[in-house]
């Protein structure tokens, strides 16, 4: 089976207890001395086997090998994907079984994560997964008052629309914000309203 690890917990000794999407669950697996396996990391993809356990509720993960992926020793990318993938932790917690959209968009992002920009392929990847769960607010009302937007919006966290004045943030041209909606590509925004969005995404999927 092929996963990404979305979590670890610490269980008794060196034991851990891993969390991992792969392409139809969200599933935790008992790993004996899990500690001591540098492939054990937030976010690797990995290759694994699983054995049920007769005197557990968990299965055991066994077998373990690291796919990896060019941008494996660079720092910044790193900690960005690892953070993104603790998003996805705290989106899919209670959830066992999932559709195969979480993994594959994952698995489509980290394919590109060496070749663009790693926050504009967040922001793309926040975008396409609010579309495909219904909750990408392009219409043009402000979701606070419910009165029509003007030329200049707010985003709070999803990125849903407000008026500036309703919620006290940033200010976004409008069209620019809603094209972005629709096209789900960052290729005309500049870096400092990425930076802007990239810490709207961290509030949560």
Not at 123 to 147: P, V
Not at 185 to 197: A, G, M, P, V, Y
Request: proline share 3%; with cysteine; net charge positive.
């Amino acid at each position: 089976m092929h996963g990404f690890i979305l979590n670890i917990r610490k269980a008794k000794n060196e034991d851990v207890i891993v969390t991992v999407l792969s392409k139809d669950s969200v599933q935790d697996y008992y790993r004996f001395f899990g500690a001591r396996h540098s492939i054990l990391q937030i976010g690797n993809f990995i290759d694994f086997g699983k054995e049920k356990n007769r005197q557990s509720f968990m299965p055991k993960i066994r077998k373990i090998s690291h796919l990896g992926f060019p941008w494996l020793f660079w720092t910044n990318h790193i900690l960005i994907w690892q953070n993104f993938i603790k998003l996805f932790n705290i989106h899919l917690k209670d959830t066992t079984e999932v559709d195969s959209f979480y993994f594959n968009l994952l698995l489509s992002i980290a394919k590109k994560w060496d070749k663009q920009n790693p926050k504009r392929l967040a922001i793309e990847g926040y975008l396409n997964l609010l579309e495909y769960e219904g909750r990408l607010h392009d219409n043009d009302f402000c979701y606070i008052c419910k009165i029509p937007l003007d030329k200049e919006i707010s985003l709070m966290r999803a990125y849903i629309p407000t008026h500036p004045s309703c919620i006290e943030a940033h200010a976004y041209e409008k069209n620019q914000i809603f094209q972005l909606f629709d096209t789900k590509s960052t290729i005309n925004i500049d870096n400092n309203i990425i930076d802007k969005l990239y810490k709207i995404l961290l509030k949560g999927l």
